[in-house]
Each structure stands twice: as structure tokens, then as C-alpha cells.
């Protein structure tokens, strides 16, 4: 799919094919691919009694459950027999309403964006509470079972939210609350409420806050993965403006992570990724800013270049003085997009944004327009494609140049048309605007793990889309080749950046790694410290593990 100039329909690659957010979870480990079986302790069918009673079963209930274990015990304990016990086991305790099991709900299952994502778990749990997420971990901690954990589901990465039949899908969708103070200063999130109806929600009550600008992304995921939004430039990332974490740990244990409870979770869950606890409540500082002003536009492709000339212009003069500006922009084989949004009304082109009138648009798809957040998710939302299709993204920074961004720019085209060409494959060269102001945010409301560079800079991504899972190594490739043409050309011309934004990273890549090594030796204490059995680093099933650093 490609943006055609008429009849013109706007791929999510295209006007919002920098707009990601997934649950951060991480790559899948040697530790979490051990049968369970294998890692059973040798008194839980002693102990099974105690546990079962301890997570609201009867003592009916828990003899035949026990019945049950026994017995799989005296069968060698296969992995698929101790995953039915505990399974039974969350089902009982939860409700059935809240643990589908066989017959698998496979509409359900199929819920990830990506077709490469979709997976088919040995049950799927659905805690309405905090309450039963700590059931739900204390099933998963104490019969040593694999699982994955998904709020949106927006990840490309397989097994970063999906799980197969040798593991658990805990789904966090029916944790959305959206709730407002009453004086309207902050939000309370539940980590499976997409962004759409989060911005919705809170426009209707003139409110908002730094969100996800993808309105089908889930919460949970990208503030953990830091959270970029249109209005970052000024406020810094969705993380940054996160004021409380409600968090299951491993142990099973409730607690918040704020400025004055357990300082260093809260640090490190802003941007740290899947590695601590389950997070079961955000509550985000909203931001005043109630009216904003934007417009979209399509433009030829033979404009590429000067389109990056004046970005990168733009990036060091007008973007890097002016936070309430911020620029979409999203560079396609046949067309390209540019997005322009100012955080405040205006009555006329803001001033900011005056070098991108020396373009000429094919067609300009959402005029001028004084609005909100949640208008401008609306006029987006007709043109993101609803065709399940698989899909890949990642991710790499530089300082910014222009002749580096042309250059390779060029290179990804000619990688990227071939593709195309070759099976129908999609995909976009996005550059992200990023001021010092970014940085300096997230140091004034608390400080992050992320590392990230105190000046002026850009994040690339790409958003590549494709049908056949026979294609996906032919599909991949020219977003893997550019990656490191990006790494080899600045790192010779003296621009290159360790960061890596995890929101856009792709499943072979390390972004903690890019923290700097204090920040992810921090990390690592912190992980120890709330996770002392390491649950989050062995038996979850996908995303950034910290035991990959």
C-alpha cells in the first residue's frame, strides 16, 4: 500500500508509520525455553494444598487440582500437563470469564497487529484488577511456566506480546480505566487502554497528556519503552510525565513507584522496559494544552531531498528553539508526507514551520485545521489500514546532517523500490525530530535510564509492511541493510549516536544496551532488588531483558 495523490489513501506506514508502541517485552531467553518440567521443585505436590488455598481455591478445588498435578508427576510431568494445572488452577481462581482455555478463543489470540506476532497460548488470562494480576503472577512463579505479557499488542516482534502452546498469555486489555482528577491535573491509566480512546476521552473534558500518537497502541507498552508524542519536544517523553506506577512484583507484592516510594523503580520503569514488575496503573501528569494547530500533506517523490535539506535546517534552527513545534515526516517509494503540528492555535501557518512553504504539495489531505489531539487522531484515523498483515520495524540515532540523512537516504530507496518491486512489500524512511529539550525534561521531572543526548538529534525508524511469511527475510532486508549503513556512515563521519529508541527497535537489537553502561548497570540492581527470583528474566517469553545486556 503507498500514498497515491488521487483517490488517496494514507497508509499507517506512511502518515503514522513512526507512531509505535507495543508491550515491552524482551527477547526470548535460554532460561525460558527449559520445559517446565524440568524446573519443577521436588515439594510441590506437598505444598500444592497451601498454594492453591492461598490464591482463593476451595479445598475441593485444590484436591483435584492436586489429583491432577500427581499425577502428572508420576507422567514425568510433561510441560503440557503442568500448563493445564495451572491453567485450571487461574481459571478457578479468577473465574472462567477471565482464563480461556480449550477451545482457545482464537479471535482472541489473534489480537496482535502483526500477522508475525499472532501465536496460539496454552490459555489466555484477563485480570480485571490488580489483584488478579498478582494471582496471575503467583500461578506463573510457583508451577515455572513460560509467558508473555500484552497490553496493545503493537509490537512487530515476535513473542514480544504473543506466546505459542508451551506458555501463558497474561492480557492486560481489560485493565483500561481512564479516570481524571478532579482537577483535572492528573490521569489514572490502565495499561490495556489504547491511546485513542485515552485521548478521547480526556478531550471531551478538556484534558490531555503526552500519549501515543498511534491512537490503536496500547498504554503499557510505550511508556515503558520511553513514549514519543507529538508534544515531547516541550513536555519530553510519555515516561517523563508519568508522576506514580502502581506495580505487581514477582513475589506477588502491590506497590508504587513515585518520588517518594521506591525511587529507583520508579527511574527505572521509565524506559527500562518489561524488567521489573507488571505495571497495573499509570498515573500521567495531563499537560495545558487544549488547542493545537495542524495540517497533513502529500508531496512527489523527486522532492525527497530538498525535503530532507529543509529538515535538517529546520532541526538546528526553527524545531530546536520552538518546542510547541514538531513535524511529521515520512518518506515512501512513491510519495511522501509531512505532517506539521504546533501545541498551540494559530490562526495562520505558525512561523515555525515557514521553511516547509517553499514545498509544493500534491494534494494537501487535512487542511489547516485548529483542533485537539483527539481531532487530529480522528482526521488520521480513516487512513490507517485495518488488513491484518505482518509487519517490522527498527530503529537507530544520529547527530543530525543533512548529507548523512540524503545519503542515506539514497540508499534505503534503492534497497526499498527493489523490495517492493519484488514482493509487494511496503515501507518508509522516517526521521524523528528530537531537541536537547527532550533530554532536558526527563532530567527535571525525576531523570530516566535512557541516556539520551542532550542536544539536538534524530531518531529513524521504518515501518516496513508485507503479506507472506515465505517473504519475510526478502521483506526485512532493506530495513536491516540501512540500519547499518546509518551506523557505518556516521560512525565515519564522526555523527553516530549509541541510542536506540525501544518503542522502534527491532527484535535483534539491544536499545538498553545504548543506555550507557552506569545506566544499565543500575538497572541490573534494580531488577535484582524487585525481582529477586529473576521471573522477569527467565520465564518471560519475549521483549528487551535486561539478562541480554
Request: proline share 5%; hydrophobic share 40%; aromatic share 8%.
Amino acid at each position: 500500500m503507498i500514498v497515491k495523490p488521487v483517490n488517496l489513501v494514507l497508509r499507517a506506514s506512511i502518515i503514522c508509520g513512526l507512531l509505535y508502541g507495543s508491550t515491552a517485552v524482551a527477547s526470548t531467553s535460554a532460561a525460558a525455553k527449559v520445559s517446565a518440567a524440568a524446573s519443577q521443585p521436588t515439594n510441590m505436590s506437598a505444598d500444592i494444598l497451601s498454594f492453591l488455598g492461598s490464591i482463593g481455591l476451595s479445598s475441593s478445588q485444590s484436591q483435584t487440582l492436586k489429583g491432577r498435578y500427581d499425577a502428572a508427576l508420576g507422567n514425568g510431568s510433561s510441560p503440557g500437563e503442568i500448563l493445564g494445572v495451572a491453567c485450571q488452577a487461574a481459571q478457578e481462581s479468577l473465574g472462567t470469564a477471565q482464563v480461556n482455555i480449550s477451545p482457545l478463543n482464537q479471535t482472541l489470540a489473534d489480537e496482535n497487529w502483526s500477522l508475525s506476532c499472532v501465536a496460539s497460548p496454552y490459555c489466555i488470562v484477563l485480570p480485571q484488577s490488580a489483584d488478579e494480576v498478582v494471582k496471575a503472577i503467583k500461578i506463573i512463579s510457583y508451577f515455572k511456566i513460560k509467558f508473555s505479557v500484552r497490553s496493545g499488542g503493537h509490537s512487530p516482534n515476535p513473542g514480544w506480546s504473543s506466546v505459542g502452546q508451551d506458555g501463558v498469555l497474561l492480557d492486560l486489555q481489560r485493565l483500561n480505566q481512564i479516570s481524571l482528577s478532579s482537577d483535572k491535573t492528573l490521569c489514572s491509566l490502565g495499561p490495556g487502554a489504547r491511546w485513542g480512546d485515552v485521548v478521547a476521552t480526556l478531550g471531551a473534558q478538556n484534558a490531555t497528556v503526552i500519549a501515543g500518537r498511534n491512537p490503536l497502541v496500547g498504554v503499557g507498552g510505550l511508556i515503558l519503552g520511553g513514549g514519543y508524542h507529538h508534544a515531547s519536544s516541550e513536555y519530553g517523553t510519555a515516561a517523563d510525565n508519568v508522576k506514580n506506577f502502581e506495580v505487581v512484583l514477582s513475589n506477588g507484592n502491590i506497590v508504587n513507584a513515585n518520588h517518594d516510594e521506591n525511587e529507583d523503580l520508579f527511574w527505572a520503569l521509565k524506559g527500562g522496559g518489561p524488567n521489573f514488575g507488571i505495571v497495573t496503573r499509570f498515573d500521567v501528569y495531563t499537560i495545558p494544552v487544549n488547542e493545537i494547530w495542524y495540517q497533513i500533506a502529500v508531496y512527489p517523490v523527486d522532492q525527497g531531498l530538498e525535503i530532507i535539506d529543509i529538515f535538517a535546517r529546520w532541526q538546528q534552527q526553527e524545531g530546536s528553539s520552538d518546542f510547541k513545534a514538531n513535524i511529521i515526516l515520512s518518506l515512501g517509494t512513491d510519495s511522501h508526507v509531512i505532517g506539521l503540528v504546533y501545541s498551540a492555535p494559530s490562526e495562520q501557518t505558525p512561523s515555525a514551520f515557514a521553511p516547509y512553504l517553499a514545498l509544493q504539495p500534491l494534494q494537501v489531505v487535512v487542511p489547516a485545521t485548529n483542533g485537539t489531539f483527539a481531532s487530529l487522531n480522528e482526521a488520521i484515523a480513516p487512513f490507517i489500514p485495518t488488513e491484518h498483515m505482518r509487519h517490522d520495524y527498527r530503529g537507530v540515532s544520529s547527530h543530525v546532517d543533512a548529507q548523512l540523512y540524503k545519503d542515506v537516504y539514497s540508499f534505503w530507496l534503492s534497497k526499498a523500490t527493489a523490495t517492493r518491486d519484488a514482493i509487494g512489500a511496503n515501507q518508509t524512511f522516517v526521521l524523528q525530530h528530537v531537541p536537547g529539550n527532550m533530554a532536558a525534561q526527563g532530567v527535571a521531572k525525576g531523570g530516566n535510564p535512557l541516556g539520551m543526548y542532550p542536544e539536538t538529534h534524530q531518531w529513524w525508524t521504518t515501518l516496513v509492511d508485507w503479506v507472506k511469511e515465505e517473504d519475510d527475510d526478502v521483506a526485512r532486508s532493506a530495513a536491516i541493510d540501512t540500519v547499518e549503513q546509518w551506523k557505518k556512515l556516521s560512525q565515519e563521519r564522526g555523527l553516530s549516536l549509541p541510542f536506540i529508541f525501544m518503542n522502534d527497535a527491532a527484535r535483534e537489537q539491544n536499545p538498553i544496551a545504548g543506555y550507557g553502561e552506569e545506566n544499565v548497570n543500575r538497572l541490573k540492581g534494580i531488577s535484582q532488588k524487585y525481582d529477586g527470583s529473576q521471573l522477569f528474566q527467565t520465564q518471560q517469553n519475549g521483549g528487551f531483558l535486561l539478562v541480554h545486556v
